[in-house]
């Protein structure tokens, strides 16, 4: 039976917020595969801040996506096709899947793809998350730049998204006393309530500056940054002598049409002889297990909890998208593909 591929590929380069007419929805057939091949049904996809990175011509720690070429992004899926000896038809894969129903990895492009073993009721977008690079960037970000040492002050930005809801859990297991930053009242109660970080700030209705200085009464350790922007600059007001922020994103600046000024309290640095360090996941990934096995540990005994906003249909991912910038998204955002088997009847 004849397969059909949905794609989305890029048609024109964004300016601002991606829009549907920055794309091109494309279905074509599946052919042949080719020797020593593998092809995957995707299952889920992750949809990151990254991407829109990825998006403009300038290039970055990565080539640009060209125009016409499908998205990139990682996701999990199951392999349907194999010609290569090293997998075979139903094996779980996460990979640079792109925003597709099927991805085909030929000669050393199959060197890309990892093979998970899934654990029971674990659902499988769990491995695009806190067990997979996302967890890697909270954990590696947090230990081995923010080096956070027990009793500190550590400030989250975006401390209800996928990255800093774990930064801010594995701080409190570090037993540091955390202060996470979100958009609503209800991520922020999340943060308090449920996840036990010691106070919270609503970036979109309270003075950030005034309420980290309240909640910071000895001034700010570690600042994880994932936003940029004003944020960043009230943090860096406050930090202690010998603080460590971690640039892990800058979402506040991604869909920016002109350049962005500095942080006018840059100097900070230099006062406080702070350390201001910026990091790309990839440069651990010959670590991985080092971060995927404690978080793996943690998660089963409860010590930390990971949200995921689930949105289905391939057809609504650019929508979907947008909600990274809007901060309407809980949790790490996913699109699914088609049916998990490890959570779905088959």
């Known amino acids: 039976m004849t397969k059909i591929n949905r794609q989305w590929r890029l048609k024109t380069r964004p300016e ?20 020593d091949s593998v092809r995957v049904r995707s299952v889920y996809l992750s949809l990151d801040p990254t991407q829109r990175g990825w998006m403009r011509a300038q290039r970055g720690y990565r080539d640009p996506i060209g125009i016409g070429e499908v998205i990139v992004g990682s996701g999990v899926g199951i392999v349907d096709e194999s010609t290569h000896g090293a997998y075979k038809e139903g094996d779980i894969v996460v990979g640079m899947l792109g925003w597709q129903d099927y991805a085909t990895f030929t000669g050393k492009g199959v060197d890309s793809l990892t093979q998970v073993q899934p654990m029971d009721g674990v ?29 500190e002050t550590v400030v989250v930005s ?10 801010a859990q ?58 940029g922007g004003d944020i960043l600059n009230a943090a860096l007001a406050l930090i202690n002598n010998y603080a460590r922020i971690v640039a892990c994103g800058m979402i506040s600046m991604y869909n920016a049409e002109a350049p962005v000024p500095g942080p006018s309290n840059i100097v900070n640095l230099i006062v406080r ?44 991912t650019i929508d979907t998208y ?8 809980f949790g790490k955002l996913i699109m699914k593909v088609a049916d998990d088997p490890m959570t779905e009847a088959k």
């Open 273 to 316: 002889r702070a350390k201001m360090e910026g990091f790309i996941v990839l440069d651990y990934f010959p670590r991985a297990m080092e971060a995927i096995m404690p978080l793996g540990q943690w998660l089963m005994s409860g010590q930390i909890q990971f949200r995921s906003d689930v949105v289905d249909g391939l057809e609504n």
């Open 158 to 167: 975006a401390a209800a998204g996928a990255t800093g809801s774990l930064v």
């Open 16 to 35: 601002g917020m991606v829009d549907t007419s920055n794309f091109d929805w494309v279905e074509e057939e599946l052919g042949a595969l080719p020797e």
């Open 322 to 329: 947008n909600r990274l910038f809007t901060g309407e998204n």
């Open 123 to 151: 659902p499988l977008h769990y491995y695009l998350g806190v067990l997979g690079f996302i967890g890697m960037t909270a954990y590696f970000g947090l230990l081995d730049i923010g080096d956070p040492k027990e009793g």
């Open 170 to 227: 594995i701080a409190k297991i570090k037993g540091c006393r955390v202060i996470g930053i979100a958009g609503s009242d209800e991520k922020c109660a999340w943060l308090t309530d449920d996840l036990g970080l010691d106070g919270a700030i609503n970036y979109k209705t309270e003075d950030v500056f005034a309420r980290m200085r309240e909640l910071c009464p000895d001034g700010i350790d570690v600042y994880f940054d994932n936003v």
